[in-house]
């Protein structure tokens, strides 16, 4: 009786780890991005994460962590995609391609692969929070636009 008192005594458990691949298409020359965080419930080690992304851009079929890019909405422009695999304690709403990538983040994926991901009230605060990190922590961050929440 006395364990089960301690057990239950003891702080709950920190958020589980999840394995994300942060998606993230950037238009050439201008510091204009969109982001997106996919998670797999079957992927759990980044190298499963990096192994799908291998997979998807050779095949140019992405069974897992399936993501449309919708190139028709960017004619005239030109862009390019960066994936990043990475965990986190933080859970996002599940994606869904829409028009509406209205929610300004600053995003970050350190040396060790972790994710971070601040709500900011516009890309030009976003900007700004950054320049005010020092130059080691923003080499691995950077700002974009997505269409999801990040939950409680």
């Known amino acids: 009786m006395l364990a089960l008192g301690l057990l239950l005594a003891l702080p709950t458990q920190a958020a589980e780890q999840r394995v994300y691949l942060v998606a993230t298409m950037q238009l050439d020359g201008s510091s204009l991005a969109q982001s997106i965080f996919l998670h797999e419930p079957g992927i759990t080690e980044l190298e499963g994460c990096r192994e799908a992304v291998r997979a998807g851009q050779r095949d140019r079929d992405w069974q897992k962590y399936h993501h449309i890019f919708r190139s028709d909405r960017f004619k005239g422009f030109s862009g390019h995609m960066q994936y990043r695999c990475a965990t986190s304690d933080q859970q996002f709403s599940s994606w869904q391609d829409g028009p509406r990538y209205n929610r300004s983040y600053l995003i970050g994926v350190d040396e060790h692969s972790k994710l971070n991901v601040e709500r900011t009230s516009s890309q030009a605060q976003c900007r700004a929070?950054?320049?005010?990190?020092?130059?080691?922590?923003?080499?691995?961050?950077?700002?974009?636009?997505?269409?999801?929440?990040?939950?409680?």
């Open 129 to 152: 929070q950054l320049r005010a990190l020092p130059a080691a922590r923003q080499a691995h961050r950077f700002c974009a636009m997505g269409n999801q929440q990040i939950m409680p």
